[in-house]
Protein backbone atom coordinates (compact mmCIF):
# COMPACT_ATOMS: atom_id res chain seq x y z
CA UNK A 1 0.00 0.00 0.00
CA UNK A 2 1.06 3.38 -0.83
CA UNK A 3 -0.11 6.70 0.05
CA UNK A 4 -2.78 8.30 -2.14
CA UNK A 5 -3.32 4.55 -3.37
CA UNK A 6 -7.54 3.60 -3.92
CA UNK A 7 -8.30 0.01 -3.01
CA UNK A 8 -11.26 -1.74 -3.10
CA UNK A 9 -12.24 -2.99 0.64
CA UNK A 10 -14.88 -5.68 1.67
CA UNK A 11 -16.92 -3.67 4.66
CA UNK A 12 -18.79 -7.02 5.86
CA UNK A 13 -20.23 -7.66 8.43
CA UNK A 14 -22.38 -4.88 8.90
CA UNK A 15 -24.66 -3.63 11.62
CA UNK A 16 -28.16 -1.92 10.42
CA UNK A 17 -27.86 0.34 7.81
CA UNK A 18 -24.25 0.76 7.25
CA UNK A 19 -22.81 0.33 3.88
CA UNK A 20 -21.85 -3.33 2.84
CA UNK A 21 -19.99 -4.65 -0.05
CA UNK A 22 -17.09 -4.14 -1.68
CA UNK A 23 -16.37 0.13 -1.93
CA UNK A 24 -13.24 1.78 -2.88
CA UNK A 25 -11.42 3.21 0.05
CA UNK A 26 -8.57 6.28 -0.36
CA UNK A 27 -5.03 5.52 1.52
CA UNK A 28 -4.04 8.56 3.20
CA UNK A 29 -1.35 7.02 5.93
CA UNK A 30 1.29 5.08 5.03
CA UNK A 31 1.92 4.48 8.56
CA UNK A 32 -0.33 0.79 9.38
Known amino acids: M ?8 DLN ?4 REQH ?3 PVL ?3 NIF
Not at 2 to 9: C, G, T
Open 2 to 9: NHYDIYLA
Open 21 to 23: GKR
Open 27 to 29: IIS
Open 13 to 16: PTIG
